[in-house]
């Protein structure tokens, strides 16, 4: 049996589209089964790959990779024998977990969250959606387009009847950039994805009939308002791949203003 490699499994892990957090012991003080050093992988759905300590360090961790994974943002945090805890938070502002286990040591740790760069998803096979995509892969993003779409490079094709398959997260984005072609349809299941920012190209005239139609077939209102039409910053561009970076432009303001209202929101709560 080969031996386990913790460097190999985050190899592994970062090779797939799931987030993932890696712990490391920074310190240990008093009797702990936990060294310095020490390495694991915490998965998604909170399965441990490595070894980090006890029970007791273990339910910290993995309650520490779930804030980590949410905010997107390491987290410095210590287990320490419950009598010893004051508030939990110590003075040095390290998160402090409580532990039970009769070693009665103490483990600082740092854990840190990977995840893949948000997708930008892509319907439509017009010029200005085949420019985006283009774009968007030199940005950084992971490029999901329509299945008939004119792209280049090995990018992730859908439907939209396939759209749930490509499992779209709050902090990815979806554009609809049909353009007369299944502008109903595709907007409908752009809107029915948990991507926080949608947005058509569209005249705003264009889009509120849309969405309006479908609000009648059952779309939620709510979401429905939250469409942003026409895509794209006012740039005045006029050819398709200056539409398309007035709309990269747009996305990643957003990408760059949710990560600051998120890191503002972690230092008052701190």
């Not at 997107?72 to 009598?83: A, T």
Request: charged share 25%; hydrophobic share 40%; glycine share 8%.
């Amino acid at each position: 049996m080969a031996s386990f490699d913790i460097f190999d499994t985050i190899e592994q892990l970062r090779k797939t589209d799931e987030a993932f957090c890696v712990a490391t012991v920074l310190r240990t003080a008093d009797a702990t089964s936990a060294k310095a050093g020490g390495k694991a992988a915490i998965t998604k759905d909170g399965q441990i790959l490595g070894h980090l300590g006890g029970g007791c360090v273990q339910r910290a961790v993995r309650s520490s990779a779930q804030q980590a994974l949410t905010s997107g943002e390491p987290q410095m945090i210590r287990v320490k024998p419950s009598e010893k805890v004051v508030n939990m938070t110590d003075p040095d502002g390290v998160q402090t977990f409580k532990s039970g286990c009769p070693s009665g040591g103490t483990v600082d740790l740092l854990v840190e969250p990977y995840q893949n760069a948000p997708r930008l998803v892509i319907f439509g096979e017009s010029p200005i959606a085949t420019a985006l995509a283009a774009h968007a892969a030199l940005a950084g993003f992971r490029v999901c387009v329509s299945e008939g779409a004119e792209a280049d490079g090995n990018l992730q094709r859908f439907t939209p009847e396939t759209i749930g398959d490509l499992g779209i997260e709050a902090r990815d984005f979806v554009v609809v950039a049909s353009q007369g072609q299944g502008d109903a349809a595709a907007l409908a299941a752009a809107l029915q994805t948990d991507a926080a920012r949608v947005s058509m190209v569209a005249s705003r005239r264009k889009a509120e009939t849309l969405t309006t139609k479908l609000i009648t077939q059952g779309l939620d209102p709510v979401r429905a308002a939250q469409l942003k039409s026409p895509a794209g910053l006012d740039i005045h561009a006029i050819d398709p791949h200056e539409i398309a970076v007035s709309i990269l432009a747009e996305v990643v303001l957003w990408r760059n203003s949710d990560k600051s209202k998120r890191e503002s929101h972690d230092e008052k709560r701190a």
